[in-house]
């Protein structure tokens, strides 16, 4: 529990450093056109980083294509995020399809 | 624009936000419970991190017990794409006062960022009144949902539970699919999928996400650099 405290602080003191530090910073200098090309990128790789695991691994074991709900899932919430753009809508309609697939399959 | 109308356009701008957050940090907040964290330490979590994304993924790594060091290491670079934000919106914010940038920053999240810098990019100069009273209404909708969610998830049954787990998927590929998704951002995305996922079967989890985030981003960057040369060169 005591760690768990520990680490929700270290990570909203971090982040909130990343915002008001490049805030008053980004008021003031011009930042590398390199640096600032680098680090739009630095999100979507986390983010596919993040997912590929999540959507292909069961605790370090690989799930075999047909039976993952997971990855099954996933198709039509990209195809909703492709096309609409939205957030939440995306997200619901993806906790949508998983449902189905989770009690159908 | 007096003050008044500031305020009022804040509001009308912010409302579609304060929409989207108020179930997304329910279901956080039902979530946390769901995975065995206090009340309490989700709604500390909403009111100091506030960033949706690293708080979905704090519970899941949790959840998997890894390590508190990458634990950290890997949310904070998930949201160094913060330094963007504030490198970008920065010169809109340059006339104000001091301390009222460094309150700003509270309220600079994905969301909020995209709507206030598209009013800043179509050439309004953002007044305090308009970007603090925006900010404040999403940050008290994020922590509603968290405090009904936190309260509620102790009565979800499991199954709910199970499926409301696919929220934290959604969400990321919600994040990574309307956002940029130029062939440079996708090969980012693959690489850094396809380090993190080869690490997790050979059980190196967190070093996986930390250079598939690395890598992947540098992937990204040759190919942009690579393909604007090309068309340079192709244009002369």
């Known amino acids: 529990m005591e760690s768990q405290l520990w680490i929700i602080f270290l990570i909203g003191a971090g982040t909130y450093l990343f915002r008001a530090g490049s805030l008053v910073l980004g008021?003031?200098?011009?930042?590398?056109?390199r640096t600032k090309e680098w680090l739009s990128y630095v999100s979507p790789a986390v983010l596919g980083a993040?997912?590929?695991?999540?959507?292909?691994?069961d605790e370090g074991q690989w799930v075999p294509i047909k039976g993952n709900i997971m990855l099954l899932a996933a198709i039509p919430t990209i195809a909703v995020a492709w096309w609409t753009r939205r957030l939440l809508l995306t997200v619901t309609a993806?906790?949508?399809?998983?449902?189905?697939?989770?009690y159908f399959m | 624009m007096s003050r008044r109308d500031r305020v009022a356009l804040a509001l009308k701008d912010v409302l579609p936000i304060m929409l989207a957050y108020f179930p997304l940090s329910i279901t956080f907040g039902v979530l946390a419970a769901a995975s065995g964290v206090p009340w309490h330490t989700s709604i500390f979590s909403s009111i100091w991190i506030y960033s949706g994304g690293a708080q979905f993924?704090?519970?899941?790594?949790?959840?998997?017990?890894t390590a508190p060091t990458?634990?950290?290491?890997t949310i904070l670079l998930v949201n160094m794409r913060h330094i963007l934000y504030g490198a970008t919106m920065g010169p809109n914010l340059a006339?104000?006062?001091?301390?009222?940038?460094?309150?700003?920053?509270v309220g600079l999240t994905d969301e909020s960022f995209v709507v206030t810098y598209n009013r800043a990019a179509a050439g309004e100069k953002l007044a305090p009144s308009y970007y603090l009273t925006?900010?404040?209404?999403?940050?008290?909708?994020?922590?509603?949902?968290?405090?009904?969610?936190?309260?509620?998830g102790e009565i979800v049954p499991s199954e709910a539970a199970a499926v409301l787990s696919f929220a934290l998927p959604a969400l990321f590929l919600a994040l990574l699919f309307a956002g940029e998704r130029t062939l440079p951002h996708l090969?980012?995305?693959?690489?850094?999928?396809?380090?993190?996922?080869?690490?997790?079967?050979?059980?190196?989890g967190g070093i996986g996400l930390i250079s598939g985030g690395l890598i992947g981003a540098t992937a990204g960057q040759l190919l942009y650099r690579q393909r604007s040369r090309i068309s340079k060169q192709a244009k002369s």
């Open chain 1, 27 to 33: 008021s003031r200098v011009q930042w590398s056109e």
């Open chain 1, 50 to 57: 993040l997912l590929g695991p999540l959507l292909l691994l």
């Open chain 1, 94 to 102: 993806g906790i949508a399809c998983f449902a189905v697939l989770y």
């Open chain 2, 57 to 65: 993924m704090l519970i899941s790594m949790l959840d998997t017990a």
């Open chain 2, 70 to 73: 990458t634990i950290i290491a």
């Open chain 2, 95 to 105: 006339h104000w006062r001091e301390p009222l940038k460094w309150l700003a920053a």
């Open chain 2, 134 to 152: 925006f900010a404040l209404a999403a940050y008290g909708s994020w922590i509603a949902g968290t405090v009904v969610g936190a309260g509620i």
């Open chain 2, 187 to 204: 090969l980012a995305a693959c690489t850094g999928a396809a380090l993190a996922t080869l690490a997790g079967l050979m059980n190196l």
